[in-house]
């Protein structure tokens, strides 16, 4: 036995020599050791055997010579030291996790996690045991990783920025590490002190890259003989209709293909939207991606309305695919956070005291066959690739022909990546050094846009100049798909012409814009008669309705000295509506704005003012008031607003409130002349 039992405390827990495999640094990994004149280390299996007999021996102990609760505490403390002595205790998070010495395997200590309770099987602790438990073990363990070296699990890659390193996981314990002179080499997980799932979580099949016989390219390079451009970005036809010519679009996609292993240098990873209409091969080309870096058991996920699945998709994956997401609506604080590079906090398992954090590392690439990007918050974080519609007689194959050739040049491609790879670290040393790294950019993916142009520098002007461009006709494209898909934009759109020019507050156009909806759409309707809702969508597509609507923003000083903002626009051009002199009296014009000639029908035609209470804003307004108001609209009340002593709820002294809600009467409601 490796215990006194005579010692005071039962087993004294003797620190075993700490291994490392080195850290991120940069020093050469090396097994740890202890003094030079000590015995080899036993293999880890023969050391687990011993303890294993060294359990029994404490097991078979009377209970009146050690108590069970002594016997645990020493089977506990006793495992803790052989696991010291076969491998190394990382805290991941505020989770014990053990790596293995010899075959460098991760064991993450959570509660029914697989494979801790196999590990404590070969100790000779079963499930159900009453002797010591799984679970008072894994408790123990925890409260002793509470000092151990933190540490992360990555899945895909890992960029040390401090020492400009890229490391990328070929799976199964193999992982490449990058230099910034392009050198790559192959090391061992938990060298460098760093961490890596072994793929099983995912189904990922092993990669290899040949080292010996990288090929010479730049890392944004769309040659013919490609294998990337060849089974990869030339699967589909590309809808130039749009604006986004063929090169362009693929010249982002090998941006983003690259990108995919710099989470830590694009922080904010964009979405990589596919578009376009059923059977355009749009998610077999996203597949191909998934394939090439986790193996033949990559699928799509079906897009899911449930934000709390999406995240943890996206902490547990490398590449994440979701199919047909075609609604986008309720899961846009979720695709924020993931896209800004977000960390995720949940309850861990063994205690309720610590939260296990973790962070999210997929990359997100999406495919739909209908438009959603309903704010430019969304679509400002999207790249969108516009599918065209298959056009061959016979465009296409068996997915099982298409999938085994794919899967013969699978490492030929990876070598090919990882050849960019090796350019794209030279690039950045290269530009950085060089100072041209660090630019201002407009696009609101900017750490995405300084990425790409920074490989494009490295490879010439013509290639800087192709790569600006494409982030050009991209932002275009971006301005245009919310203005398709936003609400806002299209009931603005919808108002006369002879309404721009004018000068309105959220209010004023919470009761205008409801007129501008058909009655079989009720849900729009009464969105667009709260207030709430209108600030919000002016706030959130400011700049796509300056761009397609004209909008200038300004401000307002009303009667009770408060700063109101106000909004005018350029853009409007839809039908025939009351003047807007008739629906708000103080509504002002532009002194440089004049109404279009062929809009004339829609001014006043006759020197009588109209019947107040009648105009289109009015019935709004008030409709809107009555729905938020106590006093439900009794009828009793001056319709204009003026004098309400006959029910009491408003006098002469409160014109303009109402003394049921004390909300301000929007101004349409009100006349003027009194």
């Not at 899945?155 to 230099?179: F, K, P, T």
Request: proline share 5%; charged share 25%; aromatic share 6%.
């Amino acid at each position: 036995m490796i215990w006194p039992l005579d010692a005071p405390d039962g087993l004294v827990e003797e620190e075993a020599p700490p291994t490392s495999y080195g850290d991120a640094s940069g020093v050469a990994p090396q097994q740890g050791k202890a003094e030079a004149d000590s015995a080899p280390a036993p293999s880890t299996a023969s050391e687990r055997k011993r303890v294993a007999g060294n359990i029994e021996d404490i097991r078979s102990i009377p209970g009146k010579d050690m108590p069970a609760w002594k016997k645990s505490q020493n089977i506990a403390k006793l495992i803790h030291i052989s696991l010291k002595q076969t491998g190394v205790l990382y805290n991941v998070g505020n989770v014990a996790t053990y790596v293995d010495n010899e075959t460098r395997e991760i064991t993450e200590v959570v509660k029914d996690g697989a494979r801790f309770g196999e590990l404590m099987v070969e100790y000779g602790i079963f499930p159900g045991d009453k002797s010591i438990s799984a679970e008072g073990l894994g408790k123990y363990l925890n409260v002793k990783a509470v000092r151990a070296p933190k540490a992360t699990i990555y899945a895909g890659s890992y960029y040390d920025a401090a020492n400009h390193v890229l490391y990328v996981n070929e799976w199964a314990g193999n992982i490449l590490r990058i230099d910034a002179d392009g050198n790559v080499t192959r090391i061992r997980n938990g060298d460098y002190g760093l961490l890596w799932g072994d793929g099983e979580a995912v189904q990922a099949t092993p990669l290899h890259a040949d080292l010996d016989n990288l090929p010479t390219m730049t890392a944004l390079s769309l040659e013919d003989e490609s294998l990337i451009k060849k089974h990869i970005l030339d699967v589909i036809n590309y809808d130039e209709s749009l604006g986004m010519s063929k090169q362009h679009a693929q010249l982002i996609l090998m941006t983003a293909l690259v990108g995919l292993f710099f989470i830590e240098r694009i922080p904010a990873y964009p979405y990589i939207y596919f578009f376009g209409p059923g059977g355009s091969m749009k998610t077999s080309l996203a597949v191909k991606v998934g394939k090439l870096i986790q193996g033949p058991s990559f699928r799509p996920t079906p897009a899911t309305t449930d934000e709390d699945q999406l995240k943890i998709m996206a902490i547990n994956n490398p590449f994440l695919l979701l199919d047909e997401a075609n609604n986008l609506r309720k899961l846009q604080n979720a695709m924020k956070a993931i896209a800004t590079g977000a960390q995720d906090v949940r309850r861990e398992l063994y205690t309720t005291t610590k939260q296990r954090i973790s962070n999210y590392q997929a990359r997100t690439w999406m495919t739909a066959n209908t438009a959603d990007q309903s704010t430019e918050t969304v679509a400002s974080r999207m790249m969108i690739i516009d599918v065209g519609a298959r056009t061959e007689e016979n465009p296409y194959r068996s997915d099982f022909y298409v999938d085994r050739a794919f899967l013969v040049d699978r490492d030929a491609i990876w070598t090919e990546l990882i050849a960019r790879l090796s350019s794209a670290m030279q690039a950045m040393k290269f530009v950085d050094e060089k100072g041209r790294g660090d630019i201002p950019v407009s696009h609101r993916m900017s750490a995405f846009f300084v990425f790409g142009s920074g490989l494009a520098k490295h490879e010439g002007i013509d290639a800087a100049n192709d790569f600006k461009d494409a982030m050009d006709a991209m932002a275009r494209r971006q301005t245009s798909a919310t203005s398709e898909s936003s609400e806002i934009v299209g009931l603005i759109r919808a108002l006369p012409a002879s309404y721009n020019g004018k000068v309105f507050t959220a209010s004023e156009l919470a009761g205008i814009l409801p007129g501008m909806v058909p009655e079989a759409n009720q849900e729009l309707k009464r969105k667009a008669s709260r207030l709430g809702w209108v600030s919000y969508q002016l706030q959130n597509n400011e700049l796509t309705l300056k761009k397609e609507l004209g909008m200038v923003k300004g401000h307002k000083i009303t009667k009770t000295k408060n700063r109101n903002i106000t909004y005018t626009f350029t853009g409007c051009a839809g039908g025939v509506l009351p003047p807007i002199e008739e629906v708000m009296p103080e509504a002002t014009p532009v002194p440089t704005a004049t109404a279009p000639a062929d809009d004339i029908m829609a001014q006043p035609q006759a020197t009588a003012k109209p019947d107040f209470k009648q105009s289109l804003a009015y019935k709004q307004a008030m409709a809107a008031h009555n729905k938020r108001c106590r006093c439900k609209g009794c009828g009793h009340c001056d319709d204009k607003g003026n004098d309400l002593v006959q029910c009491g709820r408003m006098t002469k002294t409160d014109k303009g409130k109402c003394s049921a809600c004390r909300n301000d009467i929007p101004e349409s409601m009100l006349d003027d002349e009194d």
